[in-house]
């Protein structure tokens, strides 16, 4: 029956369509420009750190060099460009849920050294306008698989939006923290489950890190003993 259905329906890549061998696989040419981050990296961001020495668990990049991070440590999978642009987009506003397994294994593989018993896993908030109009919260889809894969808690609701935000394209970085700041809340009604516990913080991309930054200080009002920081993609200037 499976080799049937093979026929019928081919496995195709993840991001461009293009048939492949086996499910929620790339293609060659997408597998080639898909710029997944491995070696030293930036302990606060994930971002790839080519002059770094090797096993240097603290270096920094110079964003984070320059911008406090109010959590503790911080890995991405990729950086943001060519076929990781292509698949966030698509999940963010193509409504392609079936992305949502593949790319959370890989967030998963990525992160797992930050993952304990204790630890409970939350998404950033969006605002409730956008989840309107876009039917779900891509970080909330992607942190509830994660925590599956894991073993671990999921609390999709620890957070929630004060106010509406608009999109941050073609701010500046003062202007990005300068709309985030004191924009995220812990909802009342789930203070009890990240009271005391380690929580990781899930994302789809880092760009200034404001976002991620006022949700983290909302997670330590609510008691949180600890935030690490998972993102699927980080935008560098490289890339």
Request: proline residues 7%; charged residues 20%; glycine residues 8%.
């Amino acid at each position: 029956m499976q080799s049937l259905l093979k026929l019928i329906y081919p496995s195709q890549c993840l991001s461009c369509g293009t048939q492949v061998d086996s499910d929620a696989a790339l293609c060659g040419v997408c597998w080639r420009d898909s710029p997944f981050i491995c070696g030293s990296t930036c302990a606060k961001c994930g971002v790839a750190l080519p002059g770094s020495a090797p096993g240097d668990s603290d270096a920094l990049c110079d964003d984070c060099l320059t911008t406090a991070r109010p959590w503790a440590r911080g890995v991405s999978v990729m950086h943001y460009g060519a076929t990781a642009r292509r698949l966030i987009l698509s999940l963010k506003h193509g409504d392609r849920q079936d992305l949502v397994e593949p790319l959370a294994s890989w967030m998963l593989e990525r992160a797992r050294s930050l993952i304990t018993p204790a630890t409970v896993i939350v998404p950033v908030p969006i605002p409730r306008r956008r989840l309107a109009s876009r039917r779900y919260n891509q970080a909330a889809l992607l942190s509830q698989r994660i925590a599956r894969m894991a073993g671990a808690r999921g609390v999709p609701d620890a957070l929630y939006r004060l106010r509406h935000t608009p999109p941050q394209e073609g701010l500046s970085r003062d202007a990005r923290f300068a709309l985030q700041r004191g924009a995220i809340a812990p909802q009342p009604g789930r203070r009890g489950a990240i009271h005391g516990r380690p929580v990781l913080l899930v994302d789809d991309v880092m760009t200034s890190g404001a976002t991620l930054a006022a949700a983290t200080e909302a997670l330590r009002a609510g008691g949180a003993s600890a935030v690490n920081v998972l993102t699927l993609a980080r935008v560098a200037k490289d890339f």
